[in-house]
């Protein structure tokens, strides 16, 4: 199973695979990112992101 979207955990930003970010294009899965990748919004690393799964997060929420 395909984990789609991310949260980070310090301050509750949202990776979406489908939406991407600063740093990552659309599409961008969240193991394509470097490793030093950091939260856009608090600046953590990618290891204080954890697997999320909401029908808000389709919503861009
Ligand atoms: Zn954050």
């Known amino acids: 199973m ?3 979207t991310c949260r980070c ?3 509750g930003h949202i990776y979406d695979e489908k939406i991407g970010d600063a740093c990552a294009p ?5 193991e394509d990112p470097p490793p030093d990748w950091r939260c ?17 997060a389709r919503l861009g929420l």
């Open 2 to 4: 395909t984990v789609t």
């Open 40 to 56: 856009p919004v608090c600046l953590v690393e990618k290891s204080r992101f954890a697997p999320f799964a909401s029908p808000l």
């Open 26 to 30: 659309p599409g961008t899965t969240f």
């Open 9 to 11: 955990s310090i301050c």
